[in-house]
């Protein structure tokens, strides 16, 4: 599989692509370098234990970090650990790290956090990288114009002990998003829309990359949640090129090149961008002026409709087993078909999630929440995405707002996302969230998710139904 | 993870866009092995909330006793990186899933662990969805399934992936063989790779 010519108008993927080839074989998928690999504690046991079983050494310790995130308690993290089995994959994280030299911001360490908000929030994520972890949503390092996608644990072990992939190359898929968003649109409705019009198997084989005068104007943390959930649309990552926002966001951070070193990156970032000419597998074309706040209905994240929509109709759908999916995801989230969601009562909003729990998203929940009371009806978590973060809410007063409101401001971690740290729905309870996915029991056996921003999070709580927050 | 052949009937699981926390809930993640997944297999599908097992649910019905392989809906595996679910089905028993289309991560997750993702025609993959109980011979070699009838449909795969799984080449060997230019690399891009120390 060669790649193309340089002096060919190239995408961003195939410019990156390029860089980090490292051979080519007949018959073999590409070798290609990884520059920065992160860890966590749900999917490296196994692979830290191949690389035992077969006496290897990490290969490159220093491109290599690790944190506590998944299995992580959002309660005060000196208090002790009640899950025993949770505790102890926290302690073979610990012990993986010191026996194999890889840094690691454990629960003690005020770096620690989710892997996707820590990474660039410590200048770990810089344009033109490769970067893996494993975890899905890895593609939230796009944002920065790396190429950023999640592993198997096969892999993760490939990765320590090579620092190498073999991989194909992926097609490029363009996403064009044009206009001005309207107020109380953001980020996360952008990709909810993307994700209702391609459907979750939409972007297979694809990058995505994210272009057009909206995606221009956002900020580094709205472009995250853009590119968070490319995996929610089928693609292996979804990036944006970089450009003065993100080296803006990057200068001056822990791990940014200084000086000297700055200058020569901003040379080589600066060569990034997509060729004029350049060819794209696919374009998909977004009007930002018409969009609406979306909210998910359903039990898969392409199951979304404008705040203002219905839920829809299984009788007007002609393919049998969308047919039927449709009818599966209504029964297992008890909704009749034709009706707005609007109004529908739910019983816990929970704000986080590497989608949604930077600074920016807690601001925006907290101007929602600021005099107002949580809905009696309703439970609310605001799980900040790092200690960082959590410290900068501390320092604006946030917290203050959402404790005052009635909330739970709790330590960062996944928490809710995916419930693996109790952090979870009751069987039958509807949640409003602003994390990335409403599968089947994904917040907990037998809850219920409507994926949406912080804004419809945050006034959901207050009014304890699906509310538009224009309407506030 | 070597795989030749395998002769079986089929369990018929008509559902599109099968993610991986209903393959593998995320509660079960917290194991520290590969062991003991395979009884958590669809457990939330498969399982009564009183923890009886659900007659209605494919893979409890009499038809599906002993298959090892699974037909599905579009989509199948979409979702997390979560190695756990090829871990969870091959240890339930199953060694190839036949659907229309994989999502990327879990078919590479599956060919590392000799659970092969065979991908039909749509004609074909609608025929074997609507029973259990078919009889199947999969060919890796000449990459064929034959149906009871003796018709023979082919299947795409990776030309590496099926050579491993051939030959029981094990990926990391190779790649660690490929050192010499992996340092030719490093040392080429010395000084523009981020060092973290």
Same mark, same amino acid.
């Given at each position: 599989?060669?790649?193309?010519?340089?002096?060919?108008?190239?995408?961003?993927?195939?410019?990156?692509?390029?860089n980090?080839?490292?051979?080519?074989?007949?018959? /073999?998928?590409?070798?290609?370098?990884?520059?920065?690999?992160?860890?966590?504690?749900?999917?490296?046991?196994q692979?830290?234990?191949?690389?035992?079983?077969?006496?290897?050494?990490?290969?490159?310790?220093?491109?290599?970090?690790?944190?506590?995130?998944?299995?992580?308690?959002?309660?005060?993290?000196?208090?002790?650990?009640?899950?025993p089995?949770?505790?102890?994959?926290?302690?073979?994280?610990?012990?993986?790290?010191?026996?194999?030299?890889?840094?690691?911001?454990?629960?003690?360490?005020?770096?620690?956090?989710?892997?996707?908000?820590?990474?660039?929030?410590?200048?770990?994520?810089?344009?033109?990288?490769?970067?893996?972890c494993?975890?899905?949503?890895?593609?939230?390092?796009?944002?920065?114009?790396?190429?950023?996608?999640?592993?198997?644990?096969?892999?993760?072990?490939?990765?320590?002990?090579?620092?190498?992939?073999?991989?194909?190359?992926?097609?490029?898929?363009?996403?064009?998003?044009?206009?001005?968003?309207?107020?109380?649109?953001?980020?996360?409705?952008?990709?909810?829309?993307?994700?209702?019009?391609?459907?979750?198997?939409?972007?297979?084989?694809?990058?995505?990359?994210?272009?057009g005068?909206?995606?221009?104007?956002l900020s +580094?943390?709205?472009?995250?949640?853009?590119?968070?959930?490319?995996?929610?649309?089928?693609?292996?990552?979804?990036?944006?090129?970089?450009?003065?926002?993100?080296?803006?966001?990057i200068?001056?951070r822990?791990?940014?090149?200084?000086?000297?070193?700055?200058? /020569?990156?901003?040379?080589?970032?600066?060569?990034?961008?997509?060729?004029?000419?350049?060819?794209?597998?696919?374009?998909?074309?977004?009007? /930002?002026?018409?969009?609406?706040? +979306?909210?998910?209905?359903?039990?898969?994240?392409?199951?979304?409709?404008?705040?203002?929509?219905?839920?829809?109709?299984?009788?007007?759908i002609?393919?049998?087993?969308?047919?039927?999916?449709?009818?599966?995801?209504?029964?297992?989230?008890?909704?009749k078909?034709?009706?707005?969601?609007?109004?529908?009562?739910?019983?816990?909003?929970?704000?986080?999630?590497?989608?949604?729990?930077?600074?920016?998203?807690?601001?925006?929940? /907290?101007?929602?929440?600021?005099?107002?009371?949580?809905?009696?009806?309703?439970?609310?978590?605001?799980?900040?995405?790092?200690?960082?973060?959590?410290?900068?809410?501390?320092?604006?007063?946030?917290?203050?707002?959402?404790?005052?409101?009635?909330?739970?401001?709790?330590?960062?971690?996944?928490? +809710?996302?995916?419930?693996?740290?109790?952090?979870?729905?009751?069987?039958?309870?509807?949640?409003?969230?602003?994390?990335?996915?409403n599968?089947?029991?994904?917040?907990?056996?037998?809850?219920?998710?409507?994926?949406?921003s912080?804004?419809?999070?945050?006034?959901?709580?207050?009014?304890?139904?699906?509310?538009?927050?224009r309407?506030? | 993870?070597?795989?030749?052949?395998?002769?079986?009937?089929?369990?018929?699981?008509?559902?599109?866009?099968?993610?991986?926390?209903?393959?593998?809930?995320?509660?079960?993640?917290?194991?520290?092995?590969?062991?003991? $997944?395979?009884?958590?297999?669809?457990?939330?599908?498969?399982?009564?909330?009183?923890?009886?097992?659900?007659?209605?649910?494919?893979?409890?019905?009499?038809?599906?006793?002993?298959?090892?392989?699974?037909?599905?809906?579009?989509?199948?595996?979409?979702?997390?990186?979560?190695?756990?679910?090829?871990?969870?089905?091959?240890?339930?028993?199953?060694?190839?899933?036949i659907?229309?289309?994989?999502?990327?991560?879990?078919?590479?997750?599956? $060919?590392?662990?000799?659970?092969?993702?065979?991908?039909?025609p749509?004609?074909?993959?609608?025929?074997?969805?609507?029973?259990?109980?078919?009889?199947?011979?999969?060919? $890796?070699?000449?990459?064929?399934?034959?149906?009871?009838?003796?018709?023979?449909?082919e299947?795409?795969i990776?030309?590496?992936?099926?050579?491993?799984?051939?030959?029981?080449?094990?990926?990391?060997?190779?790649?660690?063989k490929?050192?010499?230019?992996?340092?030719a690399?490093?040392?080429?891009?010395a000084?523009?790779?981020?060092?973290?120390?």
């Amino acid at each position: 599989m060669s790649s193309k010519h340089v002096d060919q108008p190239r995408t961003i993927v195939e410019k990156i692509w390029d860089n980090h080839i490292v051979a080519e074989q007949p018959g /073999a998928p590409t070798l290609i370098y990884i520059d920065l690999h992160l860890c966590h504690e749900v999917t490296t046991p196994q692979a830290f234990q191949t690389l035992r079983d077969r006496g290897l050494k990490v290969r490159r310790p220093d491109l290599t970090i690790a944190t506590m995130d998944h299995s992580t308690p959002t309660t005060p993290h000196n208090l002790p650990i009640l899950d025993p089995i949770g505790k102890a994959q926290l302690d073979q994280m610990e012990k993986n790290c010191a026996d194999f030299g890889i840094r690691l911001y454990n629960l003690a360490s005020d770096k620690q956090g989710i892997v996707h908000v820590m990474g660039p929030e410590q200048g770990l994520t810089q344009p033109g990288m490769t970067i893996v972890c494993g975890d899905s949503h890895t593609a939230t390092h796009g944002a920065f114009g790396a190429l950023a996608f999640g592993i198997g644990t096969s892999q993760v072990g490939h990765v320590l002990a090579t620092q190498c992939l073999l991989q194909q190359p992926s097609k490029s898929y363009e996403i064009r998003v044009e206009g001005k968003l309207q107020p109380g649109v953001t980020a996360k409705d952008i990709i909810l829309a993307v994700i209702a019009k391609i459907g979750i198997g939409g972007g297979t084989e694809c990058v995505f990359e994210y272009t057009g005068s909206t995606i221009r104007g956002l900020s +580094m943390e709205e472009r995250m949640t853009i590119c968070n959930m490319s995996i929610e649309g089928g693609a292996r990552a979804g990036l944006v090129a970089p450009d003065d926002t993100t080296y803006q966001y990057i200068a001056g951070r822990e791990f940014a090149p200084k000086e000297k070193d700055w200058d /020569a990156a901003l040379a080589r970032w600066n060569q990034l961008p997509t060729d004029e000419g350049a060819t794209y597998a696919k374009t998909l074309t977004l009007d /930002a002026n018409t969009l609406e706040p +979306m909210v998910t209905f359903g039990t898969n994240p392409g199951m979304g409709i404008p705040i203002s929509g219905l839920i829809p109709d299984p009788a007007n759908i002609s393919d049998p087993i969308e047919k039927s999916d449709l009818v599966k995801a209504l029964k297992y989230m008890d909704l009749k078909p034709g009706v707005p969601l609007k109004g529908q009562s739910i019983n816990v909003v929970f704000v986080g999630s590497c989608t949604n729990s930077r600074i920016s998203d807690l601001r925006a929940a /907290a101007s929602i929440m600021k005099g107002r009371k949580v809905s009696s009806k309703v439970r609310m978590l605001v799980v900040p995405g790092s200690q960082q973060v959590k410290k900068q809410a501390e320092a604006e007063g946030l917290d203050k707002i959402f404790r005052e409101a009635g909330a739970d401001f709790r330590e960062a971690g996944c928490s +809710m996302c995916l419930a693996m740290n109790g952090d979870q729905l009751e069987p039958g309870e509807y949640s409003v969230s602003t994390s990335n996915r409403n599968f089947e029991g994904r917040q907990g056996k037998g809850g219920r998710t409507f994926l949406a921003s912080p804004l419809t999070a945050a006034a959901s709580a207050i009014t304890g139904v699906v509310t538009d927050v224009r309407s506030l | 993870m070597k795989f030749e052949t395998v002769e079986s009937k089929t369990v018929a699981l008509p559902i599109d866009n099968i993610d991986t926390d209903q393959i593998i809930a995320a509660r079960f993640l917290k194991t520290t092995s590969m062991e003991g $997944l395979g009884d958590n297999l669809f457990l939330d599908w498969r399982k009564l909330p009183d923890g009886s097992l659900n007659p209605d649910f494919p893979l409890n019905k009499p038809a599906a006793k002993g298959a090892q392989i699974l037909v599905t809906g579009d989509n199948f595996g979409c979702g997390s990186s979560r190695e756990h679910a090829p871990w969870a089905l091959k240890q339930y028993g199953f060694k190839a899933i036949i659907s229309t289309s994989f999502a990327d991560i879990f078919k590479g997750n599956a $060919l590392k662990n000799g659970l092969l993702p065979i991908v039909m025609p749509r004609d074909i993959h609608a025929e074997l969805l609507k029973w259990s109980g078919i009889a199947l011979k999969i060919d $890796l070699a000449s990459q064929t399934v034959t149906l009871a009838g003796g018709r023979t449909v082919e299947f795409p795969i990776d030309p590496f992936a099926k050579e491993c799984l051939l030959e029981g080449i094990d990926e990391l060997g190779y790649m660690l063989k490929q050192e010499p230019a992996i340092a030719a690399y490093e040392a080429q891009r010395a000084g523009s790779v981020n060092t973290l120390a």
